[in-house]
């Protein structure tokens, strides 16, 4: 693994300087997972340092850029869509550019299409070209010519990237990038390549840099942030880098995602247990409740350890609470399997659920299997998952009614007057009170609760 360093670009600079007669407008949208977010405020970041502003619209901007999502098929077929719906606009404004980044770029048959079928697409780069973008806006402007990047995996990891964040109080924080586990239904591994750490003392600096700037929430990223540490030079794992970041001074708290429940370790939770700065809250995706359909996604854990490590989790630290993510209708899925995945989810008890029908995605291995199952079928069990869900996310929540409770502040609530604050334990809670506590923490009292919200008062 190489580590560099971003260095500005003054001859892109330059050029965006007397190719625009007044400041060029960037609109970017990123979509799917924080990872992908992340990324988007870095894209932010390098594009003001070469003179870009930003805008919230694509008719006001002079480059549009789609940072796209490739777990699903829905998410692929989205972006073309806004994709193709810009035409009307680049036809009109031909001096537009175009791009597209991101998970779909990084497959060859996505870039492939876009060649022939979007002739209006000025720009195409992957996940690891975000510090490239300069040059490749340069050589657009200069050569007025399409420029569409093969995917190319890096094995390179960029620092001290300029970054532009959406939140002044709540930052991502990647720590490692890509996935190793090739789990059977999922692209990540073939889009955003092979796992690599990013060196603690860099982590650690951006952190100070987040908590002296007043971030109050930061969370690390990583697609399986349970193995940081792997090909590093550094003896660390996850939970050295936890201890390292909570030394830090100050008033803030730390979340983290994704955690795989094969790598989630009981030293990651007694650490959870032992530093007041860490969130009681996991999530843990099971993805299912079949100990064979677990082993045909290659998820290399069974119904029995998931469990025994949720119940290891609510003794060391009182009041956690887990969301899942779950797949429903993998290939082959029988209804016994299903009810497996209804069962794990009554035992568990999640707070909260990100449920999915399966997607097949071209080069993944269970896009190879058999699946007779009708997406009738699978939708109506999906509706099943999440009557049973609704149920048991109304008990929980209506069981912290009572307590009073520290929240981050997050911004404007459903009802007039109200905001929105998020506890500890990743739940959330409308309460009446000034807009200008909008990114500090509060202590809430909990008063009730309707269906999945919680509500309450400020308490002074
Ligand atoms: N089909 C449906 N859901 C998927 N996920 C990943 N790949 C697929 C797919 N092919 C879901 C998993 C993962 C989440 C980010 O997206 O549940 O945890
Ligand atoms: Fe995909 Fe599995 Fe990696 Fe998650 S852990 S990104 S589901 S391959």
């Avoid at 009681?280 to 993805?287: C, D, F, G, I, R």
């Amino acid at each position: 693994m190489e580590f560099l360093n971003f260095t500005h670009d003054q001859s892109a600079a330059d050029l965006v300087a007397a190719v625009y007669p007044t400041q060029p407008l960037a609109y970017i949208h990123s979509y799917g997972c924080q990872q992908n977010v992340s990324d988007g405020e870095r894209i932010k970041g390098v594009l003001i340092d070469i003179g870009f502003g930003l805008c919230d619209s694509p008719e006001n901007a002079d480059l549009v850029l789609f940072n796209t999502c490739a777990v699903r098929e829905h998410a692929e077929q989205r972006v073309l869509g806004n994709v193709g719906a810009l035409k009307p606009l680049k036809e009109k404004k031909p001096g537009m550019i175009i791009g597209l980044c991101g998970c779909m770029a990084n497959q060859q048959q996505v870039v492939d299409k876009i060649r022939k079928s979007y002739p209006y697409v000025d720009l195409v780069f992957g996940v690891d070209g975000i510090d490239t973008l300069p040059a490749l806006l340069a050589q657009k402007l200069q050569q007025k010519k399409r420029i569409l990047m093969d995917p190319a995996q890096r094995p390179v990891i960029v620092e001290q990237m300029p970054v532009c964040r959406d939140s002044k109080f709540r930052a991502w924080l990647p720590i490692m990038y890509g996935c190793d586990n090739f789990c059977t239904y999922c692209i990540v591994p073939y889009v955003r390549g092979r796992e690599k750490s990013r060196r603690s003392a860099d982590i650690l600096a951006e952190f100070k840099q987040l908590v002296a700037a007043g971030y109050k929430e930061i969370t690390l990223l990583g697609q399986n942030v349970n193995s940081y540490g792997k090909g590093l030079d550094e003896n660390i794992d996850f939970s050295d880098l936890l201890n390292l970041l909570c030394a830090v001074p100050g008033d803030y708290q730390i979340r983290f995602m994704t955690s795989h429940p094969k790598d989630a370790s009981r030293k990651l939770i007694d650490t959870i247990a032992a530093q007041p700065h860490l969130c009681k809250h996991l999530h843990l995706p099971v993805q299912c409740g079949s100990n064979r359909v677990l082993q045909e996604m290659n998820r290399r854990y069974t119904v029995e350890q998931y469990l025994e490590l949720v119940e290891y989790a609510r003794q060391r630290v009182p009041g956690i609470t887990f969301s899942s993510d779950i797949i429903v209708g993998f290939p082959g899925e029988t209804e016994e399997d299903f009810q497996g995945t209804i069962d794990l989810v009554k035992k568990v008890g999640y707070m909260q659920l990100f449920t999915f029908i399966y997607s097949k995605r071209t080069g993944t291995k269970a896009a190879e299997m058999e699946d007779p199952t009708p997406r009738k079928e699978k939708t109506d069990r999906m509706q099943r998952l999440l009557n049973v869900q609704e149920k048991i996310a109304m008990e929980l929540i209506h069981r912290q009614v009572g307590q009073t409770v520290r929240v981050l502040v997050e911004g404007f609530g459903r009802a007039e007057g109200n905001l929105v604050g998020r506890l500890d334990n990743n739940l959330t809670v409308e309460f009446a009170a000034d807009e200008s506590l909008i990114g500090s923490y509060a202590n809430v009292k909990l008063t009730d609760s309707r269906a999945t919200v919680l509500l309450g008062e400020l308490d002074q």
